[in-house]
């Protein structure tokens, strides 16, 4: 597989999408692409394109995520900046797959499904089937309470607070401090700091 350098246009929107991170980390990829390139498949071609080289730079991660919706689980991603990618000045050093080059507008190509979990960071089916920690239940119950109770007084949904999936995270890990609850996908620095100390506190 051969690389090579992004264009001008490329590299604006590289440093665009590491600027949105560095203001609020763990966005959902969806609408990140969305602000930043907009709503079309071509679209989302183009930005997963970009977010690989992120990923293959070592200066972005991509971790799945869930919510409910009216009584269904709604599987997303969250695209999170990796300590390298917080401390980059610009785009320096990342390449793009040619395979993966930015196509232009219309409709995609049909053709044999790309394997997206090495260019994405999304874990591999390998991956996903290793155990994982198991939540604690009485922690999660907390939890789930306070996250109710949180929704409730900011008239939001409850996965607006946390998601499902960042909850049992939580309650499986059990963070101590700052920097083991920013590690947990779905915690972004705008989450650690409204609701970092009364997390921490439930965890101990």
Known sequence: MRFRAP????NEVLSKILAALRTFDGQATGRLCRELLG??????????????GLVKAGLALVKPDTFEKDGKTINFERAFL??????AKDATGVALREAAEIAPRGPRKRG???DRSKQSGRPSKTEEKR?????DP???????????QEAKRRGVPAFRILTNATLEAIAATRPRDGAALLRIAGIGPKIAATYGEV???MCR
């Open 7 to 10: 264009d001008p246009a490329e």
């Open 199 to 201: 997390l921490l506190k």
């Open 82 to 87: 990796t300590p390298p990618g917080r401390a």
């Open 112 to 114: 044999k499904p790309a």
């Open 138 to 148: 009485a922690l999660a119950e907390t939890l789930r309470q306070w996250r109710k």
């Open 39 to 52: 709503p079309e498949p071509a679209d989302r071609h183009r930005f997963e394109a970009l977010l690989g």
């Open 131 to 135: 155990p994982a920690a198991v939540a």
